[in-house]
Each structure stands twice: as C-alpha cells, then as structure tokens.
C-alpha cells in the first residue's frame, strides 16, 4: 500500500480540466493497490478514483483493463467505470505516467467473508464471465500454465530460503501439471485475482468488484478455483466447505458448470495454488527490507497445495451429485 | 505518510452506529499525515476523515485539540470538525486507539504558494488567533523555548552527523535566544504549524485550515514567525520579500500587530527556525531507515536560522514603516 507517484495540485487541476467533471476541490492519496498509485478525487461532480500506473504494469494491457471495465459496466456487473475525457480517451498521462479516472465504487471488501459472502461472489464471478460475452480485446494469462516454470526458474536456486522442502514440492507439482492440465474447458474472460480485497458489498450486500489488472483469457473454471483458495480456507488454513459449497451454488445459480468443469476443478485448484505460491515466494525473495509494501507468506499456499492434491473430486469442495 | 493501524470493516461499521451518521458506505486509509492513521470514510451523510491517534500524540491533549477545532469552526475558522456520537462524545476508541470523526475539509494545499496564497493565510491565521478568544482549555508549548535545550541534549552527541558545524550553531544560538527571549507578548491559541500542506485552498480560496495537534498556547507573534518559515522561503531557501509582505499585510487585515511583537518577530523567526531545525535533526538521527516516514531535510533550517540572524527589523520581511 503507497503512493509511488506523487502528483502537484497545478498537474492535476489540469488535469481535471481535460474532463467534463467540474473543478478539482480535493484529492488524498490512498493507502490500497500494492502496484498502482491511487489518489481519491472530488470534483464538484462526485468522487472518483485516480489511478497512475506504475512501472509493473503493461502499458499496452491498460486498453484491455479499460476496456473491460467499460464493457463489464454496460453488461449488469458493478465495477468502477472509466471516465472518458473531452479527446474521447478513458487512458490519458499525468506526472509522467499513464493515468486513468474512474468512478468512485462505494462498498469495503469482508475482512472475515461468511458463507453469505461466498455465495453473493460466486453469482458475481458467474454474471462477470457471462457479462464479458461479446468483449472482443484478448489477453493472454501470462501466470498460467505456461508462465509457472520460467517463473520458478527464476528464483529456483534460492528456493529453500522459503521452505526447505519448496523445490522438491515445486518440481514435482510442475510435472503433473504439465502432463494433466486440463484443454478445451469453457474459456472467455476471468478475474482471475478475485481475492476478499477486490470484492466490495455494503452490509450483506455486494456492491462490486475491483482490480481488474490481471484479468486474461482463460478458462472460466481456472478463475472458479482462484476464488475457491482466495476465499474457503480459514486462517488456520483448514478449507471450509460451507464456504466451499456456497461459492459454488451461487456460482452455478447464474452459470451452470460443465461436467469437464467440474472434472477438472481439483486440478485447476492446484494449479491456482502454484500461480499464488510461485508469485508470493519470487515476491518474498524479491523484496527489498525497505520497500513500501510487505510481501505476502508463500507457506499459506504450500498449505492450499498439499490441500487440493488429497482432493477426489468437486464433492470435497461441496458441490455433490444432487447438485444439478 | 502511512495507515499504522489497520481497522476492520465489523469494527468500523460497529463504531459507525455509534453516531447519527447512517450507514458505513466506504472507507480507505489516506497516505497523510505522519504522526496519526487517518481514513476517509463515507457514510449515507457524508464523506469524514477518521483519525486513529497513534503512539506519539498525548492522548491526555485530545481533548483540547477536538475542543479547539469545535470551537473555531463555530466561530468562522473553516476546519475539520468533530463530530460527537450518540453519548455527546467527540472522542472515542476504535481498534485499541483513541479515534475521533470530524467533517470532510474539500480543498488542497498549494504545492507552489504565491503570494495570494501568503496573504490568504495572514488573513486565515489572525481569524484563528480572534477566534481562539473565549476557548479556556489550555496547552503549553512543548516545543517552545523551555523545550528546546533538552530536546537538542538528547541528540547533541550526534550532532556532528546532521552537519559538521550543527553544535557551535545550536549552542551559541540556544544561548541568545535564552538570554533574549521576549515575554510579555500578546498570547493566546496558536496553531503552531501552519504550513502548507496544513492550509486548504479551492482554486485561490482558502477553504480551510488542518492539523491542531501541535496548537497550543504562546504568543501570537510566533505563530507569526513559524508561518514565515513555512510559507515565504523558496526551494533555494531565499526569503522572498514579496510573499512576507503578502502575508504580513494580510495577517493585519485582521489583526495588528502591536510595536512590541513586530520589533519581536526577527527573534521569533529564529526561535522558530530553531525549533524545526532540532525536530527535524533529532528525527533525521532517530527515524529507523526503514521507517514509513521519511524524514525532513534539518538543513534546510540551517540556512533559515542563518537569514533570520541577519535581520536587522520588519522591514527585512517586508513590512515597513508606512505599514500601519
């Protein structure tokens, strides 16, 4: 959480100027985003988001995540939604950075998600992968199956300063995963970070989703598991299959599973598990003592890994055959 | 900048029902202030600021800070103001700190002041000093005069690591300031650090003054000084006439002067820069290199104490005889 990117009131004033959004009366620069500056903007027409994009992001991918959005917004899923600016651009450059302005999405993600939580984003991630029908911009998962080697190469030597026993776990996962993953699955457009923290309800109620800066093309089922890491294990790790199982029905409440999907689903959990443990552990290596963020624990998904490889089937997960 | 306490959205929608505010919309921890956590949150009312006061505020001065920024905001000071909760409180307990809410200040502060901006902050700065009139809770000066030696013994055997020539200034200047010091002043409330990212504008008005937690009672005449510090020195350190003229003349819009406090100010204007520059040096030794603050330059305070030695009267910041 920081603010890389300092930005002078004179830059932004006009900055605003180039907007149909009145005059500047506040920003603050917030403490959220791990890999973007944000600021919170009021104008004399409401409160947005300012977004500058820092070193870590693809320029070339930002049409995409606009766009995106854009579309997500117009197709029933609440999201910020980008402004666009008199030239028409919803993409501009302030302070030497590209730069977006979005609407301001009310709401604050569930520190503790209940089963009630799980299941108003399993019929969220369902109405996203059915809203993205029609987006025709394309982006390549660049952390899935292919990206997880060249990742672990990168960091491989230094591995046990981890977890002693990370290399053996690694190696070996990334040969089944190579030799088992699953093709032809239901592919389109997936979240594919949808962690509590980009989630936001008020109340009981989900009033949106956030942070669409790793969303790809990929199989619907891969972003099922995703969430099912990001929001069924408890803090002692131990997956908790109410949670689980009300992910999933509401999930299916919007859209229904394949049986390839459903098939393929533990896979697909281990392989999550890999991209969030590889991600995290080259962070953990990687980060300097000094730096303005905390890198997350690899061990959380060593855990989630050694979870999904017992698994047998979807039932572990909650969804049996009476669910239909 | 930093949040240091991470609040949870049960407890903050719990604290929330505390006060007649509706409901918890949002909330996200901003990337200001150095001694405090703050939140901008957004309820069914309104947007506030949330302050979670953290270890270097005397909570035993809270009450005095919530009270004077009460009792300027209803006597024409444009401030934050506390909001008190349903038990007629303006201070509370939120996640194990003392927490208060206070109204949302729209503006922002100038990055490059002007000299409009100087006068606009006379003018805000005698407002206060009047509007102070009639508040009986009192605060010292901690870092006032009697405070100034003790803070400079906890460092001074390190002095030498700030700038090679820090001791002889601090000692020769600590000893004619103590000799020399002016009592009797005009005394009242003063804010004690007004400087610019603690003074609001939209476009070019002020919209509001921020931060009391250095308030406290001494004389007018020094706030006076430590705002000429604060607002009419350029990035090179010149002392740009124009803009204490600017702000002189438009503190007298509101207030005079009397001939005892200006023939004071070149003194105040020393002590002052005496003041930053020991806080600033003793937290340039103490701040932990991987701190979430930085810390400020004490040089700079170095060559404003020096330009303040050489004043020889008003004048030199602008105010002359036919000022009256």
């Known amino acids: 959480m920081a603010v890389y990117t300092e930005v002078s009131d004179e830059e932004l004033a006009s900055f605003i100027t180039s907007y149909d959004l009145g005059d500047l ?6 403490a959220e985003g791990v890999e973007n500056t944000n600021y919170i903007v009021h104008t004399s027409k409401g409160p947005f988001i300012l977004t500058l994009y820092e070193k870590r992001v693809e320029v070339a991918d930002l049409p995409f995540y606009l766009g995106l959005m854009e579309h997500l917004a117009a197709h029933g899923v609440s999201c910020p939604t980008p402004v666009r600016n008199a030239a028409g651009e919803n993409l501009s450059t302030l302070s030497g950075r590209p730069a977006a302005l979005v609407t301001f999405l009310e709401g604050f993600w569930p520190r503790r998600p209940t089963p009630d939580h799980c299941a108003a984003v399993g019929r969220a991630m369902a109405t996203m992968h059915l ?3 029609g ?7 660049a952390l899935g199956l292919d990206g997880w080697r060249p990742l672990y190469d990168r960091f491989k030597l230094r591995a046990s300063e981890v977890s002693t026993d990370l290399s053996g776990l690694v190696e070996t996962e990334l040969a089944f995963l190579e030799a088992n993953w699953p093709r032809d699955l239901p592919e389109g457009i997936i979240h594919a970070d949808l962690f509590p923290d980009n989630v936001f309800f008020i109340g009981d109620e989900l009033s949106g989703l956030i942070d669409f800066y790793f969303a790809c093309n990929d199989a619907f089922a891969y972003d099922v598991a995703v969430s099912l890491n990001a929001w069924c294990f408890e803090k002692d790790l131990s997956f908790n299959i109410t949670k689980g199982r009300a992910f999933l029905r509401g999930y299916e409440e919007v859209r229904k599973l394949t049986p390839t999907e459903r098939a393929a689903l533990p896979i697909l959990a281990r392989g999550s598990a890999m991209r969030f443990l590889l ?4 962070d953990w290596l990687n980060t300097p003592k000094d730096a303005l963020v905390t890198p997350k624990n690899p061990a959380d998904y060593i855990r989630r890994l050694r979870f999904h490889q017992g698994v047998r089937s979807i039932a572990d997960y909650g969804l049996n055959g009476t669910d239909k």
Do not use: D, P, Q, V
Not at 135 to 141: D, E
């Open 279 to 282: 991600t995290r552990a080259y």
């Open 135 to 141: 987006f025709t911009m394309r982006r390549a998962n």
């Open 25 to 30: 009366l506040s920003f603050k620069g917030i």
């Open 131 to 133: 809203g993205c029908e």
